[in-house]
């Protein structure tokens, strides 16, 4: 069945959901196709792993000490959220720095199999950012993230973001 045959056309909109995003997004993810139009540095390489039902995901890893370059577009101070891969085992702890605050990352969960998190790791300054990775222990898999998301919105949205301070 073809829900959009289902539903009256004079229900569906012309143009949905006008209206503003408030400080706006920015959001870069390779994970489905590998692409990742950021500046990367250091011990840093897109790799693929097969998903589930057989199809591929991408990463960019860190065997090592590396960055990601990315540009915050607004005027004013944005949460930077990661995406990374996570597992219950198989991963480092990683040290992560921008604008020299740093947090340590725990990419293990009590999940079995490996799961794509979303996690704000700081604040994106405006203009250039450099994104510092730092595995700090070695593990069976490399540290893997899929996506840099700044996300100005939820400066409006959200009243649980972390200061970082």
């Known amino acids: 069945m073809n829900i959009l045959k289902e539903v009256a ?9 006008k209206g503003s995003w408030g400080g706006g997004d920015q ?18 390489e897109i790799s693929s792993f097969e998903g589930f039902g057989g199809s591929y995901k991408f990463a960019l890893q860190f065997k090592g000490p590396g960055s990601i370059i990315f ?26 720095t921008v604008d020299d605050k740093s947090i340590t990352l725990n990419p293990k969960t009590w999940w079995l199999r490996h799961v ?5 790791i700081g604040w994106a300054k405006p203009g250039r950012n450099e994104l510092k990775i730092n595995p700090k222990t070695e593990w069976q898999l490399p540290f893997r993230i899929t996506a840099v998301n700044l996300c100005g919105a939820c400066i409006d949205f959200q009243d649980d973001l972390e200061s970082y301070e």
């Open 9 to 17: 056309p004079t229900q569906l909109k012309k143009e949905p959901r």
């Open 27 to 44: 959001c870069v993810n390779w994970f489905m196709d590998g692409r990742i139009p950021l500046e990367h540095t250091g011990k840093s």
């Open 71 to 96: 540009t915050n577009e607004k005027d004013f101070d944005v949460p930077l959220y990661i995406s990374y891969m996570t597992k219950s085992e198989n991963y480092p702890l990683v040290e992560l």
């Open 116 to 120: 794509m998190q979303t996690k704000q």
